[in-house]
């Protein structure tokens, strides 16, 4: 069973960073380009950054590029996002979300989430 | 980049009434679209993609159509567990973009 477990949230002030984890299990970890997708409260989805299932191509939407990090560890079975210089308008439910396929990809599978709030 | 835009963004629905919700795309994305369905404080599923391929285990009675730059998701019979959010999203490469959301209220 692919199970993606997302951990790392919490409270933060603006301007702090604060680093995510997904450790994923139920499949090969090494075959799937992964993502991150964010819905701050009471807001839609919004894809935030993805990464190939070698780690050598990453891309980001405009929002978080320059300030968030995505990186995976595949022996560790685990993908990251490392996020600096947050904002208030950062604080959103943070889901990991593997891509079905390489290029053009949906998500086949999401973890539940974990709450980053941005706050003073 | 590639804007998504749905529509109604809010329905009031019968159990058994036929449902419609339409996407549209700012550009041509062939048939690049997928539909979730989120439930209040779950992630996620994914319903269909590839515009029109219902996902393993999701029930027929969703449908998706459309290609180019819109698109629809049909539920032909409203079942309770249907009411929930539901979310456009194209992927032309690694553009990824979702729609604002559809959320499917009780009558």
């Known amino acids: 069973e692919v199970q993606l477990v997302e951990s790392g949230g919490g409270l933060v002030q603006p301007g702090g960073s604060l680093r995510l984890s997904c450790a994923a299990s139920?499949?090969?970890?090494?075959?799937?380009?992964m993502n991150w997708v964010r819905q701050a409260p009471g807001k839609g989805l919004e894809w935030i950054s993805c990464i190939s299932n070698y780690g050598n191509t990453i891309y980001q939407s405009d929002s978080v590029k320059g300030r968030f990090t995505i990186s995976r560890d595949n022996p560790k079975n685990s993908l990251y996002l490392q996020m600096h210089s947050l904002r208030v308008d950062d604080t959103a439910v943070y889901y990991c979300?593997?891509?079905?396929?390489?290029?053009?990809?949906?998500?086949?599978?999401w973890g539940q989430g974990t709450l980053v709030t941005v706050s003073a | 980049d590639i804007q998504m835009t749905q529509s109604p963004s809010t329905l009031s629905a019968s159990i058994g009434d036929r449902v419609t919700i339409t996407c549209r795309a700012s550009?041509?994305?062939?048939?690049?679209l997928a539909w979730y369905q989120q439930k209040a404080g779950k992630a996620p599923e994914v319903l269909i993609y590839k515009a029109s391929t219902l996902e393993r285990g999701v029930p027929s009675r969703f449908r998706g159509s459309g290609s180019g730059t819109e698109f629809t998701l049909t539920i032909s019979s409203l079942q309770p567990d249907d009411f929930a959010t539901y979310y456009c999203q194209q992927y032309n490469g690694y553009s990824r973009t979702f729609g604002p959301g559809t959320k499917v209220h009780i009558k």
């Open positions: 550009e041509d994305i062939s048939t690049w």
């Open positions: 979300a593997r891509s079905y396929s390489h290029y053009n990809s949906f998500f086949d599978f």
């Open positions: 139920g499949f090969t970890f090494n075959n799937y380009e």
